[in-house]
T-cell receptor
Framework: DVKVTQSSRYLVKRTGEKVFLECVQD?????MFWYRQDPGLGLRLIYF???????EKGDIPEGYSVSREKKERFSLILESASTNQTSMYLC????????????FGDGTRLSIL | GQQVMQIPQYQHVQEGEDFTTYCNSS?????IQWYKQRPGGHPVFLIQ?????EVKKQKRLTFQFGEAKKNSSLHITATQTTDVGTYFC????????????FGKGTKLSVIP
């Protein structure tokens, strides 16, 4: 089974802090994704990476950046956290070939105070 | 960009009743995927439909893909409390696309 592991289940940070969310997958998947999930808004794509060192903006990239230095690890960075970034963050991965399903981590519930 | 509309947003049913959620797109979809998210959990892939008019079953769940490949439905027969959760449809914008667009989900509550 694919295992996607997010470093923290819950995280509390302060406004203005630089925040790192880490995600690791163990299935050698080329593609990795970061979403945020908010009530009534569903899952919204922040950034994705189709291979090592490659990244593409999703639908809501403002205020975020990402890093993919190794194939198994995809990091989401909040450069200067703001209260409107309080949310559930979900990482996912998948194989490139075909329209493969995405495999999700358990999520990080981030609160910005 | 591509949009996938999903209705209803919420559904409350008595245990044993049937449940259906619908997904619609204004554009032709190359395929459609369905995911289930249990309360406190993460989305888990259920199934993918690719062919026009395709129907697939998983026990009490029936998935359909429209003839025009612009709509899809998930029907649950005789709901159980284990069916509780949010059901999402999702579609890639085309073959070879990386970005999966999710519907906003239907949250199912089952009253025992």
């Amino acid at each position: 089974d694919v295992k996607v592991t997010q470093s923290s289940r819950y995280l509390v940070k302060r406004t203005g802090e630089k925040v790192f969310l880490e995600c690791v997958q163990d299935m050698d998947h080329e593609n990795m994704f970061w979403y945020r999930q908010d009530p009534g808004l569903g899952l919204r794509l922040i950034y994705f990476s189709y291979d090592v060192k490659m990244k593409e903006k999703g639908d809501i990239p403002e205020g975020y950046s990402v890093s993919r230095e190794k194939k198994e690890r995809f990091s989401l960075i909040l450069e200067s956290a703001s209260t409107n970034q309080t949310s559930m963050y979900l990482c996912a991965s998948r194989q490139t070939l075909g329209n493969q399903p995405q495999h999700f981590g358990d999520g990080t519930r981030l609160s910005i105070l | 960009g591509q949009q996938v509309m999903q209705i209803p947003q919420y559904q409350h049913v008595q245990e044993g009743e049937d449940f259906t959620t619908y997904c619609n797109s204004s554009t032709t979809l190359s395929n459609i995927q369905w995911y289930k998210q249990r309360p406190g959990g993460h989305p888990v892939f259920l199934i993918q439909l690719v062919k026009s008019g395709e129907v697939k079953k998983q026990k009490r769940l029936t998935f359909q893909f429209g003839e025009a490949k612009k709509n899809s439905s998930l029907h649950i027969t005789a709901t159980q409390t284990t069916d509780v959760g949010t059901y999402f449809c999702a579609a890639y914008s085309g073959a070879g696309s990386y970005q999966l667009t999710f519907g906003k989900g239907t949250k199912l509550s089952v009253i025992p």
